[in-house]
């Protein structure tokens, strides 16, 4: 079977994360998201906590500094790891799925790549990030819009390119039109067949 | 306000907001704004065309001062000899690193102490100081932050407190040579001062400020460095220091290259060669020796710092041509009220506190015109108010994890290798060392030169 990897960009609450999990079973193939941070903690030795507190996260530009390459940044060089790990994954011709990364562009040149970027009806994230987190209204949708700032500052800083635009993605896809099962559907047999057109080649 | 000046405190403001905010490279920053400088300011503003011929400096060449100088003197616009000799001590590192120099350097030391913790802590920071007199301390960094880890991994220390003393001497090690930290050459090249010159005035300070950094640190840190493995080390299992070297000839032609480096940039004041003539040689130098392997090493140097340069000293002569620099000398004057005391002190804070925070290099470029000019009103001697920028400048930029190129490269090569150091506590043993440092630098100053 040809590599396959599945790149998926998401909105925070658009049910990102559960379609590129679903994925991951349905292609029976691993998938890197918090399994990332576990496996770069193991290879640093530093803690899982420490890692997912500077996950997917922009520097702080004015506390930050860049010398030939190397940044002062514990942001920056957390994302440098796992930019370099994904890497490392795809160059060894595993398949599996990444969620986020900035996967999409930094690994663009690998002709088993299929990027993903699901979005949602903002109501419809709403209500997903109110039940799954225990909020009101109000503090869902001000959660999205902060998860969402923070992840286009990460994505926009780390490739200069914008966050969300289509052009970046083979698909983009909105998650509340068909609900997250149609999508998974719809997605497993757009990956299917992009994947036969990569196995004739 | 006169709009020249107008304009060229605007371009260079725009210069230093670019350059921290990092969005576009540095180097494409103060290219462009030198541009502006050029265009906007001496050209539509100030229709100069000396002032342009002058900034660029490109006629300097053609002079003999330039690269043999019986005389000392100063210089003005783009400093083509900064530029040269930090080119040539780039290819000279180049060529060394690749034939595994300093790591052979750092794993003969750390055997010579048969491995042992606090030994390593000990001779790393000494060496870390002395290497950085001759070498720019991010290649110092760059090599002892990556052996540091190494040997922590296998002695079981923890190597941030040893990576940041490493940091400290550096910078420490850079403030006591012309050729040890950028500002220095720029303020050496500038104002006309010699290698012996530095060494024994900021050279004197920085060693004493040494001793006592090591002390610090081995007060503070010695219990977690000491922290290691209780079993003796099995030395003859840990990776030989012969190991590192990758080509014995490489090897000794650039170890007797470095050597030369040395004996010249000492014996400068002596032979009238000017660091331009001694960078161009050396680089020749390695690149001959290297022969089929010279390309390798020129596609190596790092182009962007010297076309930072290069652009950088164009917009700050767009702030000397206009005259603002000398409205910023006068204010220090004026706020001094003649006290040399006060002056001293103010150049050496505030140069500190400003390294602190922003890259020392454009800092430094901007007051050493600042410093001439406060010379010239005030009668105070050049030389006492260079001694103080350059302790300043180079010290300073020890505070924080942003001061200076040795400790974001001695801080990511940590955080590479799973060893994240924060602000917090970078600066909770850091910043209390340098302003130990710089107290006794400010009592130096005072004792000696007043």
């Known amino acids: 079977m040809a590599q396959l990897i599945i790149s998926v960009g998401r909105e925070f609450g658009s049910g990102g994360r559960v379609i590129a999990e679903e994925l991951a079973k349905r292609f029976n193939i691993p998938i890197y998201d918090r399994h990332l941070i576990t496996e770069i903690?193991?290879?640093?030795?530093?803690?899982?906590?420490?890692?997912?507190?500077?996950?997917?996260?922009?520097?702080?530009?004015?506390?930050?500094?860049?010398?030939?390459?190397?940044?002062n940044s514990i942001e920056d060089n957390i994302a440098e790891m796992q930019f370099n790990f994904i890497r490392e994954k795809a160059e060894s011709g595993e398949s599996f799925v990444v969620v986020g990364r900035c996967s999409e562009s930094k690994l663009k040149?690998?002709?088993?790549?299929?990027?993903?970027?699901?979005?949602?009806?903002?109501?419809?994230?709403i209500q997903r990030v109110?039940?799954?987190?225990?909020?009101?209204?109000?503090?869902?949708?001000?959660?999205?819009?902060?998860?969402?700032?923070?992840?286009?500052?990460?994505?926009?800083?780390?490739?200069?390119?914008?966050?969300?635009?289509?052009?970046?993605?083979?698909?983009?896809?909105?998650?509340?039109?068909?609900?997250?099962?149609?999508?998974?559907?719809?997605?497993?047999?757009?990956?299917?067949a992009r994947a036969a057109l990569e196995e004739s080649k | 306000m006169t709009a020249a000046q107008i304009f060229a405190v605007v371009i260079f403001v725009a210069m230093?907001?670019?350059?921290?905010?990092?969005?576009?490279?540095?180097?494409?920053?103060?290219?462009?704004?030198?541009?502006?400088?050029?265009?906007?300011?001496?050209?539509?503003?100030?229709?100069?065309?000396?002032?342009?011929?002058?900034?660029?400096?490109?006629?300097?060449?053609?002079?003999?001062?330039?690269?043999?100088?019986?005389?000392?003197?100063?210089?003005?616009?783009i400093n083509w000899a900064t530029i040269l000799f930090i080119a040539g001590m780039m290819v000279m590192v180049e060529g060394m690193a690749k034939a595994g120099f300093f790591r052979w350097l750092c794993m003969k030391i750390a055997f010579l102490v048969k491995c042992k913790t606090i030994p390593i802590f000990i001779t790393f920071m000494v060496m870390s100081a002395v290497l950085s007199m001759f070498i720019d301390s991010i290649t110092v960094i760059m090599f002892l932050a990556a052996v540091t880890i190494e040997l922590a991994q296998l002695l079981k220390f923890n190597p941030v407190p040893m990576i940041l003393s490493e940091i400290f001497c550096a910078n420490l090690g850079g403030s006591a040579t012309m050729c040890g930290d950028p500002p220095n050459i720029i303020v050496g090249t500038?104002?006309?001062?010699?290698?012996?010159?530095?060494?024994?005035?900021?050279?004197?300070?920085?060693?004493?400020?040494l001793v006592v950094s090591v002390i610090f640190f081995y007060i503070v840190f010695h219990k977690e460095i000491a922290g290691g493995t209780d079993k003796p080390v099995d030395i003859s299992k840990l990776p030989q220091p012969s190991e590192a070297i990758t080509n014995k000839k490489d090897f000794i032609i650039s170890s007797i290259i470095f050597g030369l480096a040395v004996v010249l940039l000492i014996t400068h004041a002596t032979t009238h060669l000017?660091?331009?003539?001694?960078?161009?040689?050396?680089?020749?130098?390695t690149l001959i020796t290297s022969g089929k392997d010279a390309l390798e090493?020129?596609?190596?140097?790092?182009?962007?710092?010297?076309?930072?340069?290069?652009?950088?000293?164009?917009?700050?002569?767009?702030?000397e041509e206009t005259g603002i620099l000398k409205l910023i000398a006068d204010f220090i004057g004026r706020i001094s009220d003649g006290n040399v005391k006060l002056m001293i002190a103010i150049i050496l804070w505030v140069s500190a506190i400003a390294s602190a925070f922003v890259d020392n290099i454009p800092f430094a470029a901007t007051m050493v015109p600042i410093i001439q000019s406060l010379s010239a009103s005030a009668g105070v001697p050049i030389e006492t108010l260079a001694?103080?920028?350059?302790?300043?400048?180079?010290?300073?930029?020890?505070?924080?994890?942003?001061?200076?190129?040795?400790?974001?490269?001695?801080?990511?090569?940590?955080?590479?290798?799973?060893?994240?150091?924060?602000?917090?506590?970078?600066?909770?043993?850091?910043?209390?060392?340098?302003?130990?440092?710089?107290?006794?630098?400010?009592?130096?100053l005072f004792a000696r030169y007043l």
């Open chain 2, 190 to 209: 500038s104002l006309g001062f010699s290698f012996f010159d530095f060494l024994t005035n900021t050279g004197l300070v920085a060693g004493i400020c």
């Open chain 2, 16 to 77: 230093f907001v670019l350059i921290v905010l990092d969005k576009i490279e540095r180097h494409f920053v103060t290219l462009g704004c030198g541009a502006l400088t050029l265009t906007v300011v001496f050209g539509i503003c100030m229709r100069s065309g000396s002032a342009i011929w002058d900034t660029i400096a490109i006629k300097g060449f053609a002079t003999k001062e330039f690269w043999y100088q019986v005389t000392e003197s100063e210089s003005k616009g």
């Open chain 2, 387 to 444: 001694w103080a920028l350059s302790l300043g400048t180079d010290i300073g930029g020890s505070a924080t994890p942003i001061g200076a190129s040795a400790n974001v490269v001695g801080t990511s090569v940590a955080a590479k290798n799973g060893h994240p150091i924060s602000w917090g506590r970078y600066c909770k043993k850091l910043a209390p060392a340098t302003v130990i440092v710089l107290a006794i630098s400010t009592v130096y």
């Open chain 2, 297 to 319: 090493l020129i596609k190596k140097v790092d182009y962007k710092t010297l076309l930072f340069f290069i652009g950088l000293f164009v917009v700050v002569g767009g702030l």
């Open chain 1, 109 to 125: 040149n690998f002709s088993g790549l299929v990027s993903v970027f699901i979005l949602g009806d903002m109501d419809a994230k």
């Open chain 1, 41 to 71: 903690a193991e290879k640093t030795g530093l803690s899982p906590e420490e890692i997912e507190k500077y996950n997917e996260k922009p520097k702080h530009i004015i506390i930050s500094r860049k010398v030939r390459g190397y940044s």
């Open chain 1, 130 to 192: 109110m039940k799954i987190y225990e909020m009101d209204e109000h503090d869902a949708r001000e959660f999205i819009e902060k998860k969402d700032k923070k992840r286009k500052r990460y994505h926009n800083y780390h490739v200069g390119l914008h966050w969300g635009d289509s052009r970046l993605y083979d698909l983009s896809i909105n998650s509340s039109r068909l609900g997250i099962e149609g999508t998974i559907d719809y997605l497993e047999q757009y990956i299917k």
């Open chain 2, 274 to 285: 000017t660091v331009a003539t001694i960078g161009l040689a050396i680089a020749v130098l």
